[in-house]
């Protein structure tokens, strides 16, 4: 036997890959070349970039995205921003798009309002209530966005009637400035939600309020992304990684698809089928509507037909050529769950070099 | 505004819960007598009890199952089995029911059978080949069953003469000993699974080898396992927590449910619908063959009938009684992928009170 091996120096083929199989692996120019050709298009716009860091959850993306020219980034939940903060990410300015409920929370942002400068949205006077409890002491610190339901049937407010009676709400709370209107339309109903927002803008206005900020995402869109006198930002996510999805929707190609999982053939039971090391703990069960789990990169012919957790099936109709012990390269379906399984990420730098980066604000779910 | 709060003492109810919502809480009560009520039925078939720590991930439970009377148990990734170890879980048997493809895994294997008493699987001489290449310096450390696919068309050899091919390339290469068959069945073809493995069993046994254990597994099938004159040990895993799957199927009842998720209410936007801040970074995508992601406990009315990663989206055909801030318990539809999701877990003590637990074996993929 050979002495102890460094399995953080495996050599595979001529390059030196830092995690065993199954892993993600991130082709940083690729990531890089996306960053760019978005924060372009949409500047061409006239639309301010505020990417959304659910695809990455990486402190040096957001850095990255902020030097590409970002006014500030979009998180989730709480936990998230500030594992990017204290990872050190230069970000200064987050917009949290999503209601915080209940004192833990509450204090919780209250102490984030301190760092960076911060805003988030309500879509009820109950949540409006809450952020003026928890900063009412502390003015100007907190800017809250009314988010409106245009179409994707999940948080919102119903109508530009609504929208307006909220945002009277969020001005008339101590503590609180209104921050402007923000939506997750649903993917090809833009249209709908810039009327939806434009009338919505125009309520409040009457009020004598301003807007300051209308504020749209989605990577499905992107590339239509369009001001239309409404619209001020834009929350693009999965633009950074692409993925499977957006190759079916024509929004990307498989050589845009910086995420890549990399996995071994570690069984082939019969001509026509091989397992994979991959499962539904790297890849996920998300379809977003799809036939199969991936997409196997070079075999048109082979499907990923079922994950359990820790096997991919792989399928064809024909004789595979694959063997045990051979890897493949997988796109995902969806990159941003992907990111969320995984505590490392192997990335293959712009120079051919291979790094490990720890994946800063995974599992952040509260 | 009160001086900060200790998000780790949140006071909910009469209860003090250590982690905030979105969580997976788990009652170590219903836990336990899971444990002990398949320990008897199980050793009451004649069958020796192997547990799948996939499920919980946990290495005090692990020692539970062990306390319980198992024989040793599962685990699919070597990681599994280092994070249980380092973690101190009281384990000196284990089963790798996985195949070990690769010189770096080979070498954590060989590292691994240091430590313990350990035997795992092959279905292709490819993979014995390796084992043996690793073990052939430290003979009578690794123990090798040949793993047959009786039905559920994953890994495993297509027939009971490969099965007694196999044993005995495994029995004539250096360094590794036969351990016997094992099958993951197909759910509900438990009958198929042992004719497949009789009839392998004598086959190799003509040879003149012996078949030390006949291992089979899975809850769904577990009250209804029997050993056949065939099989010798069984491996559940769901059954430690049970899910809203095994509900489906009849195998459990909710009151047999250890592991829930709470979640908070936080957007009302309609009548019918509410929004919860537990989505697909805790749930999961996973539905197996079921409607809707998780039964809300308590609100037989509402269904969990659309997740993104962060939002769950309940709906109902009348009005919801819901509130923002209201927490939900749910009863996930697969148990085991939650475990994956979370880096800590609340348990509930015998005696009510509350523990934060790291979850040890999370995201071990290799």
Redo the contacts between chains.
């Keep these: 036997?050979p002495g102890?091996?460094d399995?953080n120096k495996?050599v595979r083929g001529s390059v030196k890959a830092p995690?065993?199989?199954?892993?993600a692996l991130l082709d940083l120019a690729v990531a890089q070349r996306n960053i760019e050709r978005a924060q372009a298009h949409l500047q061409s716009k006239g639309l301010a970039v505020r990417p959304h860091i659910?695809t990455h959850k990486l402190g040096r993306l957001a850095s990255a995205q902020m030097e590409a020219g970002a006014v500030g980034i979009t998180c989730?939940?709480i936990g998230e921003v500030e594992a990017l903060l204290d990872a050190g990410a230069a970000v200064t300015d987050v917009f949290l798009s999503?209601?915080a409920?209940?004192?833990?929370?509450l204090?919780?942002l209250?102490r984030l309002a301190r760092r960076i400068r911060l805003s988030t949205v309500a879509?009820?006077i109950?949540?409006v209530r809450g952020l003026s409890?928890?900063f009412?002491?502390?003015p100007d610190r907190l800017a809250v966005l009314v988010e409106c339901?245009t179409g994707a049937?999940?948080?919102?407010?119903?109508s530009p009637d609504s929208a307006r009676d909220l945002a009277l709400g969020i001005a008339n709370s101590p503590g609180l400035s209104f921050g402007g209107l923000m939506t997750y339309p649903a993917a090809g109903q833009a249209a709908r939600a810039t009327e939806f927002l434009a009338t919505a803008k125009a309520f409040i206005e009457e009020t004598g309020l301003s807007v300051p900020v209308v504020s749209s995402g989605g990577t499905p869109d992107l590339w239509n992304a369009a001001s239309g006198g409404t619209i001020t930002e834009y929350r693009p996510g999965t633009y950074v990684y692409n993925d499977r999805s957006l190759v079916s929707r024509g929004v990307a190609t498989e050589q845009d698809c910086a995420l890549r999982v990399i996995a071994?053939?570690?069984?082939?039971?019969?001509p026509r089928?091989a397992?994979i090391?991959?499962g539904?703990?790297?890849l996920?069960?998300?379809?977003l509507g799809m036939d199969g789990h991936g997409t196997v990169v070079g075999h048109p012919g082979i499907k990923i037909d079922q994950l359990?957790?820790?096997?991919g099936?792989l399928v064809s109709e024909g004789t595979m050529s694959l063997?045990?012990?051979d890897e493949v390269e997988i796109i995902p379906n969806h990159a941003?769950?992907v990111s969320?399984?995984?505590?490392e990420l192997c990335v293959r730098m712009p120079d051919g070099a291979y790094e490990t980066w720890p994946i800063t604000a995974r599992?952040r779910?509260?």
Excluded: F
């Design positions: 036997m102890d091996v399995v495996i995690i065993e199989t199954p892993y659910k989730q939940k999503y209601p409920v209940g004192p833990a929370k204090e919780r209250r879509d009820d109950a949540v409890s928890a009412a002491a502390e339901d049937c999940r948080c919102g407010v119903q071994t053939v570690v069984s082939r039971p019969t089928r397992i090391d991959a539904s703990k790297v996920t069960s998300d379809l359990s957790e820790e096997h099936r063997c045990i012990g941003c769950v969320n399984m995984l505590d599992g779910v509260s």
